[in-house]
């Protein structure tokens, strides 16, 4: 075991590490502050007197002078998502490769956590921030819009915020719900129930209502797959079921109250489940009436997961490339902190649909 | 839509904050900067005039004057993991509750990203830091420990370092390993593979490799796991198969490859599974090999998930109490950043057994 010095010395000052080094104290400040220019021979000299010395830079006093702290923040809604997990992998590996460090704030989907979240990392002065707004299209986006204005690059991922003047990296939520459904009515199915649409906040929403609630008020992603959704149904002359449209608490319990209804008298015989809480609530509640995958329900999943391969029967998925995601929301946010890039962008990227075994052909005229 | 002006007006100054309030320049810098003492009176009327002119403190030059930046920094091994998503939930909910922000480093269970993390928490003021260490018992803690001498109070989560200075919260891994070896021993199984052991870089370990790995060398969670198996056939009086317990790469591969052996000439006819990846790796190679759980393996698994209660068939599991963990270490951190709390403490919490359908129940002498 390594041997450590119950007893720190006391810290070398910046004067001692000039001293040693045998340059002057402003040129041993510039070195060690990271700003302004110095010779190589002087810049080795005195990072070796630091390292001898064990000389540590106030990053704090040398952030406030210089500007940049090398640092990323990313805000995410929920840190327990493995889909967020899986972005966050792309960002860090990015970002890391240019030097800079990330650190990450979830906000539990909370709009006054998200807020909180952006006041904290302007606070700590990082050079630029990614963030999966919580809030709907419609979100009270002050926060972001000030530290924006404060000269604090942003880049939106999964979600936007209508308006907002910043980057953003999302998959094409719409043509992927459109996917998966277009499989499922190949396949025979027309009593598709899909988990989760727009929150409509009335009893019985209507198929304007829908619309309305996923091109205004909802969370871009989950609205965009309502409207895919609807795409694929329009595409084969097929009338959109409202009621099959889950339209209340976005929940896993949500998800097995609205099953209940349309597993028993509305007569689904297909879900599409567009996140990981949901997809687990319906085999949940599957297994509940005693239903079997894909004999008695067929379901597609969005987001694939490990564990979805090695389920029996495997899950028909909706992968998403969540490492590409982050990765380009950490470049487009790296190209802003270096001054380049020009205005504000929407870039998409694709899903991947991988064919497993939750999916049953049914006769065209049974259901 | 909110209306926001697209020009933000220039920054107010601290003095314009303290002429609007009535009150003096000292009196408004004390209030805004959360230091010294003012009436309630002065107090509220500053905050009202900054809040009326939008002013915002610059919490840098708060925190480099009052050395509190009211933020503690975590650091996980992997974020991907739902294990660290759990621990985070407790650990997040317990300082926002006390008013602190948090803010999560990943290191991949990396020990030069952690050095790098530990810098940057330190360099970035936090008042504590929670980790769960990525090297093993005898890694170079030479960055934790002198953020502990710097006064960056330190709990440890999950797994500890050797002699290093500072509260651990733990869970009883080793007798959680007791408990589902001795289940599994109960239910007849004489042959069982342990994914993942401690890392023994000897092709072929003994019995006494496997003891002193765990004892010194290992990541403490995974090294206290094999000690707790080898207790459990101790009790019993079955001599433990080294064969039988992985010592190679602790990854999906690695349990793969690992089992791809135990489970063919070895005769292993259960598994326990300490990981979320072992889990999943163990039911590809199940399923790869054409065997049924729990009829031709059975499985234990540690770190209970949303999807381990819907398979098919549901997981039996030994389930850790990860909010528990997080929050007992956010409170004992809170405790050291307000000066109170002893000598360093290590507190072991409880796993819970759940019983599900994934161990069958074999004759007594057969296999």
Redesign the interface.
């Known amino acids: 075991?390594?041997t450590?010095p119950s007893q720190?010395p006391s810290k070398p000052t910046l004067s001692e590490v000039s001293e040693r080094a045998g340059v002057g104290r402003s040129s041993a400040a510039r070195v060690l502050g990271g700003y302004g220019s110095v010779s190589a021979y002087t810049r080795d000299r005195v990072l070796a007197a630091a390292a001898e010395l064990g000389y540590e830079t106030?990053?704090?006093?040398r952030?406030?002078s210089t500007g940049v702290t090398k640092?990323i923040?990313v805000i995410v809604a929920d840190?327990?998502n493995?889909y967020f997990?899986?972005v966050?992998?792309g960002v860090?590996d990015t970002t890391?490769a240019a030097g800079y460090?990330?650190?990450?704030?979830?906000t539990d989907e909370d709009q006054k956590?998200e807020d909180?979240?952006v006041r904290?990392l302007t606070?700590?002065?990082v050079d630029g921030i990614i963030v999966a707004p919580a809030g709907g299209r419609?979100a009270?986006?002050?926060a972001l819009?000030?530290a924006i204005?404060?000269g604090t690059p942003l880049v939106q991922i999964d979600r936007t915020v209508?308006?907002l003047d910043a980057d953003a990296v999302v998959l094409d939520n719409r043509d992927a719900a459109r996917e998966a459904t277009d499989y499922l009515l190949a396949a025979g199915h027309r009593r598709i129930a899909l988990a989760w649409g727009p929150a409509v906040p009335t009893e019985q929403a209507s198929v304007a209502d829908l619309a309305l609630a996923a091109r205004t008020t909802e969370i871009t992603s989950v609205g965009e797959r309502y409207l895919g959704y609807a795409d694929a149904f329009a595409d084969a002359g097929v009338a959109v079921d409202p009621l099959l449209v889950m339209t209340g608490e976005q929940t896993?319990e949500g998800v097995r109250d609205f099953l209940a209804g349309v597993l028993g008298t509305d007569g689904a015989t297909a879900v599409i489940a567009t996140e990981?809480?949901a997809v687990?609530a319906s085999?949940?509640e599957a297994?509940a009436r005693g239903l079997r995958i894909p004999q008695d329900l067929s379901i597609v999943s969005f987001d694939d997961?490990?564990?979805a391969?090695?389920?029996?029967p495997a899950i028909t998925t909706v992968r998403q490339p969540l490492r590409a995601l982050g990765e380009n929301a950490a470049n487009l946010l790296l190209a802003r902190i270096a001054g380049e890039a020009p205005g504000p962008t929407v870039t998409h990227l694709s899903s991947e649909f991988v064919d497993r075994a939750s999916v049953r052909r049914v006769k065209r005229g049974g259901r």
Not at 58 to 61: H, I, S, T, V
Not at 309 to 312: L, P, Q
Request: proline fraction near 3%; aromatic fraction near 2%; glycine fraction near 8%.
């Open positions: 075991m390594k450590v720190e106030n990053e704090l006093a952030s406030m640092t923040g840190l327990a493995p997990a899986g966050l992998r860090s890391r460090g990330t650190i990450v704030i979830s956590r909180e979240a904290l606070a700590k002065r419609q009270d986006a002050s819009r000030s204005e404060r209508d308006g896993a990981q809480d687990i085999l949940g297994r997961s490990p564990w391969e090695v389920h029996e």
